[in-house]
């Protein structure tokens, strides 16, 4: 049967995950996914032993889509053999990770497919109770997937002895208050407790041994999720036969910024080059225009030059070198190339753009949503963004430049959870790759120039030592 979108694909798409998003004809009743097959695959999964599954999903190669790129089933086995706490699993759709904007598709347009992904992981991982744990800017969204969960457990597929099989699970919609920092794993946890979210220390709250109530706890992504009702479905190995070795399967791309076709794409994962992705899927700068620079991953992923020439080993150890424009949309070509794949979130920028007024907008974004548990990230990403607005305003000097440097690289490794490095990298990326374009909003007769009344009242206390006598 041939499938009509409202917002055709692009040919070189494989859609998986988003092969009900923009259909024609669908909706998201339990009805409508029933009709196409839907929990069929749990009934599958349901007549495996649990760890069989958790071995599908490992010999599937299925890494985290959620930012870090860490394999799924592997994160599943980290729960201690000898438990006898209970396991609760969570979908993170917190989603706040600028240049993202896929995950409330699959919740708005086809919730059901999350819902058998996180029944068939929480068999897997034997937990009976799970969370959507969802930002506060997803109202319909919750709607959406509270109905579901309604539908799904009048269906017999969620609450107690699910199909007869013995196995009972609960899912509770948990709505957070839209904070950046609920994104990370230990934060949502806390938040999820009734705490400030705070991310923890790691070692010893690894979430999969003391996580929520101090239980093993496995937190997976939207994307991630829905992809283990298709590993069961086509098998491990036939799954891990989409994208590449060790960047196994598709994932879609939030395109964003100057091009002339952006959107989500849903693609193998390494099969297209940034060249392809930019021109052929995206259809080129807009006119008169040339491109800049590319944030491959998200706002937290460093940036990318488009003129950029990268030196890669061999696996003989011989070099060799490659454009950027031939990078290879996976985990491992973006980690060598000095950046990340991060949630998926291709932020594009063409030559009409000021970096300094994009490093700013990035530095007022991450000082805003500080946590505030770390002194150098409370203190720094505040202190960035006021550097970085003087830039703007044409108020900073060289040394402004060598300051928020020196800042950034003060942050970076030196706090509890990877917001640090966050809001760091995006500022040492810029300024490496742009120095001489933020140079250029730089002027000498800036230099000592007290920059607020604060800072114009401690001059007092200088002191000219030239003017005494010697």
Known sequence: ????????????????????????????????????????????????????????????????????????????????????????????????????????????????????????????????????????EFPEAA???????????????LGKDILGTGFDLEIYVHRGAAAYICGEETGLIESLEGK???????????????????CPTI??????????????????????????????????????????????????????????LLYEVCGGPKDGREFKAVIPGGSSSKILRCDEVFKLKNPDNSEKDLSFWDIALDFDSLA??????????VIVMDDSRSMSWVLNNINAFYAHESCGQCTPCREGSSWMKKISDRLVEGKASAE???????VAYQIDGRTICAFGEASSWPVEAIIAKFREELLEDTSESNSGVAHNPEAEAQRRFL????????
Not at 36 to 50: H, N, R, V
Not at 143 to 157: H, L, Q
Not at 400 to 406: A, I
Request: with cysteine; net charge neutral; glycine share 10%.
């Open 336 to 345: 060598a190339c000095g950046s990340m794949a991060g949630s998926g979130g």
């Open 463 to 470: 002191i000219d030592h030239d003017s005494f006598p010697a």
């Open 400 to 406: 402004d430049l060598e300051t928020l440097e020196q």
């Open 1 to 136: 049967m041939k499938i009509e979108y409202s917002k055709p694909p692009h040919p070189r798409e494989h859609r998986l995950i988003f092969k009900n998003v923009d259909r024609v004809g669908w909706d998201p009743s339990i009805e409508c996914y029933i009709n196409e097959g839907g929990y069929d695959d749990l009934k599958k999964a349901l007549k495996m032993e649990p760890s069989k599954i958790t071995e599908e999903v490992k010999q599937s190669g299925l890494r985290g889509r959620g930012g870090a790129g860490f394999p799924t089933g592997m994160k599943w086995t980290f729960i201690p053999p000898n438990n006898t706490k209970p396991v609760y699993l969570i979908c993170n759709c917190d989603e706040s990770e600028p240049g993202t904007f896929k995950d409330r598709y699959i919740v708005h347009q086809d919730p059901h497919q999350l819902i058998e992904g996180m029944i068939i992981s929480a068999y897997a991982v034997g937990a009976n109770t799970a969370f959507i744990y969802m930002r506060e």
């Open 196 to 214: 400030r979210p705070y991310p923890r220390i790691k070692p010893p709250y690894f979430p999969a041994a003391l996580g929520l109530y101090m």
């Open 143 to 157: 709607i959406i997937c509270e109905k579901a969960i309604e539908d799904a457990r009048a269906k017999g597929f």
């Open 219 to 276: 937190v997976n992504n939207v994307e991630s999720l829905c992809h283990v009702k298709h590993i069961i479905r086509m098998g491990g190995d036939e799954y891990a036969k989409l994208g590449k070795p060790r960047n196994t399967g598709t994932r879609i791309l939030c395109v964003s910024g100057d091009v002339k076709n952006p959107g989500y794409f849903e693609i193998e994962v390494g099969k297209l080059t940034m060249r392809e």
